[in-house]
């Protein structure tokens, strides 16, 4: 069964640092999700790409964390500079794009960054 | 801003028994409301998820219930078991926009 792949699955880091998290999601989805999900609540979405457009970046902190997906297949999420606040699970999730919100969303299985 | 509310926080069940999860949301037109199960340093996974269409959807041990006028919908799990373990999140679809909403997850513990 195809999954979302995500690396790395764990990122150590010092505040002030950059650091980079990848996606892949699965093959032939056109929509693409990064999700924030400190301990203890829900995901909360960053940034939402339809192939390799913004579809909604609202709630990403674009003073330090930008997402790309140029192709329209795997998509990158950066953070420069890192600070304490960032520490949290880092989820992707990608749907066949086709129904809008209503389509499923498949889950990678994150990458958690602690920021020291 | 859109919000969903979910409750309780924490549920503790015996084995065999019966376990409730409740979810507010405040979008009159919301029309999707997927639950996801997330084990331990898992990704999360859908279970069930019902549309707007229907009041009650069911799959094996497993029920969704939806009162669109009264904005709550509930996940239902009969006959739990200890592989039931988990912090589920409700979420609901958000009009004007191409996204979903969490809850804040609920943590169920079945005890043996």
Not at chain 2, 93 to 100: P, T, V
Request: charged share 20%; hydrophobic share 35%.
């Amino acid at each position: 069964e195809a999954e979302v792949a995500q690396s790395p699955r764990y990122k150590i880091t010092e505040k002030s640092q950059a650091v980079a998290f990848w996606c892949d999601p699965i093959s032939g989805h056109a929509t693409l999700y990064w999700y924030r999900q400190i301990l203890g609540q829900g995901p909360e979405l960053l940034v939402q790409f339809q192939d390799e457009s913004v579809v909604d970046d609202s709630q990403l902190p674009k003073d330090r964390f930008s997402a790309e997906r140029l192709k329209g297949v795997d998509s990158t999420l950066k953070i420069q500079p890192a600070e304490l606040g960032d520490s949290a699970m880092y989820l992707c999730a990608s749907s066949l794009g086709l129904a809008g919100p209503t389509d499923t969303q498949y889950f990678g299985p994150g990458t958690r960054l602690t920021v020291l | 801003g859109e919000n969903v509310e979910q409750h309780p926080s924490t549920l503790s069940v015996q084995e065999g028994d019966s376990a409730v999860i409740k979810c507010t949301y405040s979008d009159s037109a919301s029309n999707y409301f997927p639950w996801y199960k997330q084990e331990l340093g898992k990704r999360p996974q859908l279970i069930i998820d019902i549309r707007s269409n229907v009041g009650e959807k069911k799959d094996q041990r497993i029920a969704v219930t939806l009162n669109k006028t009264a904005k709550h919908f509930s996940l239902h799990i009969t006959e739990t078991q200890p592989e039931d373990s988990a912090v589920y999140f409700c979420a609901a679809s958000i009009r004007g926009f191409q996204k979903l909403v969490f809850g804040t997850g609920t943590r169920l513990l079945v005890s043996p």
